[in-house]
């Protein structure tokens, strides 16, 4: 039997473990995907920062009471092939956001579409397939 089986197998074993929170961080478990939210405001912060940029958008509700809302976007390695950079958004801008909102109740909201409140889609990605 050869000496580097048991070292090969050991590391192998301690790979697998240590890519288990790898594949935690991309679940979508902490989101109501059953339940999606369209949420209009005014842009207070936008970061383009890994592992995932990040909007702070100020969503007043029907009584006028302003409410800040974490957007949770995709990886900025993704986004920058469908034109975003640090400049896309810019505080005062009013946009449209449709996502998955947190199940614990914070107003966190993982990104699905977003738009200019004139109608204006901002790509997030490929545009669908016909019949999608």
Same mark, same amino acid.
């Given at each position: 039997m050869s000496h580097k089986l048991p070292g090969g197998l050991c590391l192998s074993v301690c790979l697998f473990l240590l890519a288990g929170p790898v594949f935690a961080h991309h679940g979508s478990s902490a989101y109501d995907s059953a339940n999606p939210l369209t949420l209009k405001g005014t842009v207070k912060e936008f970061l383009f920062i890994q592992p995932h940029p990040l909007i702070a958008l100020e969503v007043k509700d029907d009584k006028g009471a302003v409410a800040e809302w974490s957007i949770e976007m995709t990886a900025p390695n993704h986004l920058?092939?469908?034109?975003?950079?640090?400049?896309?958004?810019?505080?005062?801008?009013?946009?449209?956001?449709?996502?998955?909102?947190?199940?614990?109740? #914070?107003?966190? #909201?993982? #990104?699905?579409?977003?738009?200019?409140?004139?109608?204006?889609?901002?790509? #997030?990605?490929?545009?669908?397939?016909?019949?999608?």
């Open positions: 920058v092939r469908y034109g975003w950079n640090g400049k896309k958004l810019k505080p005062g801008d009013e946009i449209t956001v449709t996502g998955n909102p947190a199940k614990n109740g #914070l107003k966190v #909201l993982n #990104l699905r579409k977003i738009s200019y409140t004139n109608g204006e889609v901002i790509p #997030l990605g490929p545009p669908p397939e016909p019949g999608q």
